[in-house]
Nanobody, 127 residues
Framework: VQLQASGGGPVQTGGSLRLACAAS????????MGWFRQAPGKEREFVAA????????KYADSVKGRFTISRDNAKNTMFLQMNNLKPADTAVYYC?????????????????????WGQGTQVTVSS
């Protein structure tokens, strides 16, 4: 599956952005989808994941209550609504599709479980 992330850009502290991840090549309706981010000089870190049927989600503590992950399987697309953004949220955001279908979210915060990655979209939050 090919993934294309979009929606990033510059925003001020407290602002909002909505990222989208469009999939092509195969359906993503049977796989967990996730968002990761990587800031300059730091390792890639987990942000959020959503189960294949959308019935459960998982978030990093740093974004709980501010970010919301969702998906539209009919459109083969996933989203990340980011509110109350902070400078610490500045990073390149990557979307990813889990390698194994119909799994739970137990291991969804580990990058190694994902088999396909998008190219990333830059989010820059200024103070």
């Amino acid at each position: 599956v090919q993934l294309q992330a979009s929606g990033g850009g510059p925003v001020q502290t407290g602002g909002s952005l909505r990222l989208a991840c469009a999939a092509s090549g195969r359906t993503i309706s049977d796989v967990t989808m996730g968002w990761f981010r990587q800031a300059p000089g730091k390792e890639r870190e987990f942000v959020a994941a959503i189960r294949y049927n959308g019935d459960s989600t998982k978030y990093a503590d740093s974004v709980k209550g501010r970010f919301t992950i969702s998906r539209d399987n009919a459109k083969n697309t996933m989203f990340l609504q980011m509110n109350n953004l902070k400078p610490a949220d500045t990073a390149v955001y990557y979307c990813a599709a889990y390698a194994v279908p119909r799994t739970s979210l137990i291991w969804s915060d580990g990058a190694s479980g994902y088999g396909s990655w998008g190219q990333g979209t830059q989010v820059t939050v200024s103070s």
